[in-house]
């Protein structure tokens, strides 16, 4: 066997082992992915951390807090240190599409932690987030497994060189595009450096381990707080308030491969069923209703990925849901609700309600093609809360194919309402 392919195989084994259960990391290979994750046999001569009250019996956002807790009680002090940070806006927004690592998000590495460490943060995240199929923990889960198809490829020949920090790739840049003033590709960190934290040492690049979590302010009950989790192609900011959760968004997620078959024979298609959504949508869309929708700009990227939060645009564009048949506004919220699912499943319900509630008041717009296989193919659904976009770009590592990227926001909840934008 290839070093590249026991490489491959190796990072596969690894997150089936994540995804499979959480309480049982199953690390192959000498470590957590390429990331050369710690073993159980300590976490070197730092003081002890702070010891956390931890109710096994929690259900619902108490469970994400217990479990938060249980989390920080398997760190050191300065783990504990890199984890938790205060809840500025500084910290909350930034986050990144590229892989980056520190250099643009806060918080502590996944591929530092030890195997109990990793299995309690992955906890975390299975709690907070939903678990329908394709959605929540296990999109998350197969975005970060498809980070480790993409630090196998780029090892070989014929992969192109992973995005830069400091130098511009023209992969995911359509030359003939006329985006708008904030649709550029994003190829280049953007977004406000993180402040506070070590980050987990400052590494980059591809891989499952170039993960990083945060706990924005203390994680409790009664208090503000926000959990902020990402790396390459994803980014999640869960806000809390006072026991609820006030905020699901900006939720950023990506991927490249689009899809992949791994070696047990499983195929994943991590964003298959928000696509899926869209094309039923504007398939449904007569000529003329497809005319009044088509926007006259073209898009190399999302509008409102990192650093362009509040920038929505001042005219809602495209058709209006409203004019639609009932079938095509069941189509519509259809559509709305894997971005949704990110979050848990009974937070998910009350925001759909919400957003069916505006379901009139809501457009729906697409640039390029809607066929969504072709650098350029853009969708976007946009209400008074909810804002939906999914765009099609050229590989970067695979640059024969295409890959996605896709961000949830709200007009009036992003980081729970904590921030203002200008």
């Known amino acids: 066997m290839s070093k590249d392919r ?38 070197g001569n730092s003081a002890a951390g ?27 002090a300065d783990q504990q240190a890199s984890t938790l940070l205060d809840l500025t806006q500084a910290n909350a927004t930034a986050w990144s599409n590229l892989p980056c690592g520190s250099t643009c998000r806060p918080g502590i ?56 920090d400091t130098a511009s790739s023209t992969a995911s840049a359509d030359p003939s595009a006329t985006a708008s003033p904030t649709s550029s590709a994003t190829d280049l960190p953007t977004g406000t450096p993180p402040s506070g934290g ?36 994803l980014a999640l900011n869960l806000t809390y308030k006072n026991g609820k959760v006030a905020g699901a968004s900006p939720f950023f997620v990506g991927v490249e491969p689009t899809t992949w078959t791994d070696d047990d024979g499983t195929t994943y298609s991590p964003l298959a069923t928000m696509r899926d959504g869209l094309l039923a949508l504007t398939g449904s869309l007569s000529t003329e209703q497809l005319a009044t929708a088509k926007l006259s700009e073209s898009f190399s990227d ?13 005219t809602k564009e495209g058709i209006k849901v409203s004019t ?42 697409y640039s390029g093609t809607t066929a969504l296989d072709t650098q350029g193919d853009y969708v976007r659904i946009d209400g008074p809360g909810v804002w939906v976009e999914f765009v099609c770009q050229n590989g970067v590592v695979y640059r024969d194919q295409i890959h996605y990227h896709t961000v949830y926001r709200d007009h009036t909840r992003d980081y729970g309402s904590e921030f203002t934008f200008s």
């Not at 959480?22 to 390429?34: D, E, I, K, N, S």
């Not at 490829?153 to 992969?159: D, G």
């Not at 848990?344 to 069916?356: I, P, V």
């Open 324 to 365: 639609l048949s009932p079938k095509q506004k069941q189509l519509v919220l259809k559509a709305i609700h894997p971005w949704i699912a990110n979050v848990d499943d009974a937070t998910a319900k009350k925001l759909m309600k919400t957003y069916e509630h505006e379901l009139n008041q809501t457009y729906v717009a």
């Open 50 to 76: 702070v010891k956390r009250p931890v109710d096994k019996k929690a259900t619902g956002t108490a469970a994400v807090v217990s479990a938060a807790n249980e989390f920080l009680n398997t760190l050191d």
């Open 109 to 164: 590495q996944l591929g530092s932690l030890t195997d109990t460490q990793l299995a309690a943060a992955m906890k975390v995240l299975k709690l907070a987030t939903g678990s329908g199929k394709n959605t929540g923990y296990d999109q998350i889960t197969q975005i970060i497994k498809a980070d480790d198809v993409l630090n196998a490829a780029q090892s070989t020949s014929s992969a192109g060189p992973a995005p830069s």
């Open 302 to 314: 999302v509008l409102l990925g990192p650093g362009q939060d509040g920038q929505f645009p001042e």
């Open 198 to 233: 070590t980050g987990g040492g400052g590494m980059g690049g591809y891989g499952s381990g170039v993960y990083f979590l945060a706990f924005l302010g203390t994680p409790s009950a009664t208090g503000t707080w926000q959990l902020h989790f990402g790396g390459h192609h």
């Open 6 to 43: 026991t490489r491959l195989v190796r990072t596969r084994r690894t997150w089936r082992g994540i995804a499979g259960a959480v309480t049982a990391v199953v690390l192959v290979g000498g470590g957590f992915a390429v990331a050369n994750a710690s073993t159980d046999t300590g976490t």
